[in-house]
């Protein structure tokens, strides 16, 4: 027989089989993807550096669907605010790897190139060296946590006939829908007000 024309195994099908592992119950092992890719644990090993590349992996899945022409050609707010919607978009797509994202550190490169945009771009601006990671996490914890409460139910506070929390129930009542998307709006807004009057005040804002 001759060779396959495709290898068995490489790193896009072991972060993709993982994705859908991470999608369907909220964790992967590294076993637990062998047996779904038929082969055995000690092959996956040779593609990835354990549980922590297999993430890796994860993240780089997830995070192509990020639009990094957000971060390109126009004022600094205006493409913080085009990148944080789109990587919203993402992360809302695929919420079970948010917990596991948030908590394991970011190594993959690509990855690590769209930061350094975000980095390159707050710099340029004339942030303060000291305050582009506080700005970088604070949109990380906005967008990830909004992408997470994009999977909860619209009606997170069960109000029951007869409970007397009668401002609750009428705001509750008069939010709709869109009450993920709505909160989303309002956080990122403030957010990014904060930090053009930060910009603005600060003695390195040059």
């Known amino acids: 027989m001759g060779r396959p024309r495709k290898a068995l195994l490489d790193r896009e099908r072991i972060g993709a089989t993982a994705l859908e592992l991470v999608d369907e119950k909220g964790d992967f092992s590294v076993p637990e993807v062998a047996r779904r890719l038929g082969v055995q644990t000690a092959s996956v090993y040779h593609h990835v550096d354990g549980r922590a590349g297999v993430i890796e992996l994860l993240r780089e899945r997830v995070t192509e669907a990020i639009d990094p022409g957000t971060l390109s050609d126009m004022p600094w707010d205006t493409a913080l605010e085009r990148w944080a919607r789109s990587y919203r978009a993402a992360f809302a797509a695929h919420p079970r790897t948010i917990p596991m994202l948030m908590t394991a550190p970011v190594r993959a490169p690509r990855v690590l190139a769209q930061y350094e945009q975000v980095a390159g771009l707050l710099l340029e601006a004339g942030f303060a060296p000291s305050l582009v990671l506080p700005v970088i996490t604070g949109i990380d914890n906005i967008v990830l946590g909004s992408a997470l409460d994009m999977s909860a139910p619209d009606t997170m506070w069960d109000v029951e006939a007869g409970t007397a929390v009668p401002h609750l129930a009428a705001a509750q009542a008069a939010i709709g829908p869109a009450r993920a998307d ?15 009057n930060l910009l603005k005040h600060s003695p390195s804002g040059v």
Not at 187 to 192: S, Y
């Open 182 to 196: 709505r909160a989303f709006d309002l956080t990122l807004a403030g957010f990014l007000d904060y930090c053009r």
